[in-house]
Every structure is written in structure tokens, then in C-alpha cells.
């Protein structure tokens, strides 16, 4: 059925108006998947230890701190804190967290976690890119040292490289990671010869324009290392404004070659470790594009295969 964790409280971290990560987008996700079935829960908060697996405790209490008591906080240039921002960015951690324990338990095969702000651009000391904490590498950390996996794979489609998720896994060698991107575009990393410090990344740089054969094919041998690996779980940071309609890139994605990732994800995952996938909401700016490609991402998760 996928197991669904999202909350209200993640729409109550508020940008300033005019700011791309608007709680809007929550609610188109949350419209999107009206009427289909799907295992509903709440997404928790997560413990602070959870938080500590990827940021050191200066920097979890520097965001604490931050925290203003109306209006906004600045962390950088385009990351803001709001009143409701922290409880949100704990509701988005603890709901994959959380996510990971309802698959790794058998009680569904697939998860998405739509939740807010989103994480892959969070660095160990860093908030940056609307992110405040690394919510994927969490879960990641979380599926390794909780429950004892040996191998897990974080496959990253948003169309702005991950930076956040391979700063956090870069020394880790049970964790791969795969992230394609557009380049040129920020936050400017993400080249290929970036592999990580035991070979485990595998970025994927994309033209402007290029269209969704020439991520078909990168993908597919892309997928075929993350075969070799062997992972016992998967994880999606399933960024959606690589489509078309986006107003913050140039990739030209359509729904269908969401759909396409999102099938050859599972099918890999069938292969590999019984079908396990948490899907974790990142970026996606067009509302109606993100609804489409939400609606199209999930039917496949869904789908028994």
C-alpha cells in the first residue's frame, strides 16, 4: 500500500513571501494524494540523538538558538527559520526515521515521507539551500547503526546536486551515494571526479536542456554499480524540479521520466533487498508540476511489482 508520513506542523515553517519553499507546497503534495490508498500516519518528531548521527551538537544547538520569536532568522542567503521551522525540520527527520523503521520491520515495502523543510543541501555544520538538517543521510546513518545494515544506497533525482547528503556520507563507505544534477547551477558541486572517500558517490552532472533521454541513460549505468553494491535498503531524495515548469532550472524533465526513475529505483530495489524504498520529498517548485510528478512517483511505489 507504501506507508505515507507527513504532518501539519511541517507547514508551519513560513518563508518570507515570494520564497520558492512555501508551505503551498505541502499542500499540493497533500491534494495530489487525496483519495489514494495509502498508509496514512503522522510523522514524529525525532529525538535530538538522531540529529547528532550527521551534525555535530554545536551546530543542532546554533539552529535551537536561532530560532526567532516571530518574523524570521536568516542562516544564509536563502535559509530561513520561522517560529514553527524547528518543530518542522524535526517532524521531516523523525518521519524518515520513522519511515525507515515501518520498512526495515516489513510493514510495508515503500515509504515517502512529504514533509518540510527539505535536507539534502544541510551539511554537517551548515544550513544552506532552504535545508536545515540531513534528513535522507539520517535515515541512512539511522538504517546502518540502529539496525545493523550493511550496505545501503541513496539515490538522489532532485535537480540540484546533493551536496548536503555527500558531505554528510562522504567517509562513509556502507553508504553510496548517486545524485544527478544539472551543471551548471548551485550550489556548484557535483562533478564526477567527486567520489567520495572510499569511492562510494557517483555524481551524474546533467546539461541545461538536456531532456530525459540523457537522464535515462545515465541512470541506467548508474544503477548498474548501485546493483553491484548490493544495497539492503534504498533511499530516494526525490526532488522534483528537474521538470520542465520549474522556475529554479532548466532540465525539461516530464512526469513520464519521474515515472521511468522511479520504476527502474524499484525494480533495482526488487533485485537487491526485497523491494525496501523510503522516498523522501526535496525540492519541486511548480505546484502543479510537483503534484503531477508527486501523484506519478507514488503511483509507482504503490504498485505491486
Not at 552532472?205 to 545515465?218: D, K
Amino acid at each position: 500500500m507504501t506507508v505515507l508520513f507527513t504532518h501539519e506542523e511541517c507547514l508551519a515553517h513560513r518563508e518570507p513571501p515570494g520564497h520558492p519553499e512555501q508551505a503551498a507546497r505541502l499542500v499540493a503534495v497533500a491534494r495530489a494524494l487525496e483519495g489514494v490508498p495509502l498508509d496514512r500516519r503522522n510523522a514524529p518528531l525525532a529525538a535530538r540523538d538522531e540529529l547528532l548521527r550527521c551534525h555535530p551538537e554545536a551546530y543542532v544547538a546554533r539552529v535551537e538558538r536561532a530560532v526567532p520569536g516571530s518574523g524570521w532568522a536568516q542562516l544564509d542567503g536563502d535559509t530561513y527559520l520561522a517560529p514553527g521551522s524547528l518543530t518542522a525540520a524535526l517532524r521531516a527527520v523523525g518521519g524518515v526515521c520513522a519511515a525507515v523503521d515501518a520498512v526495515l520491520a516489513g510493514e510495508d515495502r515503500t515509504a515517502f515521507v512529504a514533509c518540510r523543510p527539505p535536507g539534502h543541501h544541510a551539511e554537517a555544520a551548515r544550513a544552506m539551500g532552504f535545508c536545515l538538517f540531513g534528513s535522507v543521510a539520517i535515515g541512512a546513518k539511522r538504517a546502518l547503526d540502529h539496525h545493523g545494515l550493511a550496505r545501503v544506497a541513496v539515490l538522489d533525482f532532485d535537480v540540484h546536486h546533493g551536496n548536503g547528503t555527500q558531505d554528510l556520507l562522504w567517509n562513509e563507505g556502507r553508504a553510496m551515494f548517486v545524485s544527478s544534477h544539472q551543471m551548471p547551477l548551485y550550489p556548484g558541486s557535483g562533478a564526477a571526479s567527486e567520489v567520495g572517500a572510499q569511492g562510494q558517490v557517483i555524481n551524474l552532472p546533467l546539461r541545461p536542456g538536456s531532456g530525459g533521454a540523457e537522464m535515462r541513460a545515465a541512470w541506467q549505468g548508474a544503477l548498474a554499480r548501485v546493483e553491484a553494491f548490493a544495497p539492503q535498503l534504498v533511499l530516494v531524495s526525490a526532488g522534483f524540479d528537474a521538470h520542465a515548469d520549474d522556475p529554479l532550472a532548466g532540465l525539461d524533465w516530464q512526469v513520464a521520466d519521474f515515472a521511468w526513475l522511479t520504476g527502474a529505483i524499484c525494480d533495482l530495489a526488487d533485485r537487491c533487498c526485497g523491494g525496501r524504498v523510503v522516498s523522501v520529498l526535496e525540492g519541486g517548485y511548480d505546484l502543479a508540476a510537483l503534484a503531477a510528478c508527486v501523484a506519478a512517483h507514488v503511483d509507482v511505489l504503490r504498485r505491486d511489482r
